[in-house]
């Protein structure tokens, strides 16, 4: 069983301990609604805690393997795109997972990206409640 495949199942059966053997300890993770990327393990796995909890009927509907290049160091690395279907914040959402490996099969590099536009804005707003509520970012200042 591939890296992507063990992945897969470990989202589908929502079992972050299978996740955590498959992040490298530096992981970085690209969002959709984000600039920068969340990096290092211990803040992933909080994302995915958070991710889990707010996708609602997420499926897989397919994937793709290959090679492409990484936004990190711009080398080719092994890579699979696993494409997906989910509901967030009462909006459809259509989207992919992109991985990338490591030299020992960990995924090292994930980025996500989902459409449409309205999807990523309820998908951003939704996590972001989620990690303030978790303690993983701070709360928006009030003014």
Request: proline share 5%; net charge negative.
């Amino acid at each position: 069983m591939t890296t992507a495949d063990r992945f897969r199942a470990a989202v589908e059966a929502r079992d972050l301990g299978a996740l955590d053997d498959l992040f490298s300890d530096d992981v970085r993770f690209y969002s959709p609604v984000k600039f920068t990327p969340f990096e290092g393990k211990p803040m992933v796995l909080g994302l995915f805690r958070v991710l889990l909890r707010t996708f609602r009927d997420f499926r897989y509907l397919g994937d793709h393997t290959g090679t492409a290049q990484t936004s990190a160091g711009g080398t080719d690395a092994p890579s699979a795109v696993l494409l997906f279907r989910a509901t967030a914040g009462g909006k459809q959402i259509h989207g992919i997972d992109l991985l990338h490996f490591a030299a020992d099969g960990r995924i090292k590099e994930f980025t996500v990206m989902v459409r449409p536009q309205s999807a990523v804005h309820a998908l951003g707003e939704a996590v972001h409640a989620g990690l303030v509520a978790d303690g993983l970012v701070p709360a928006p200042a009030e003014h």
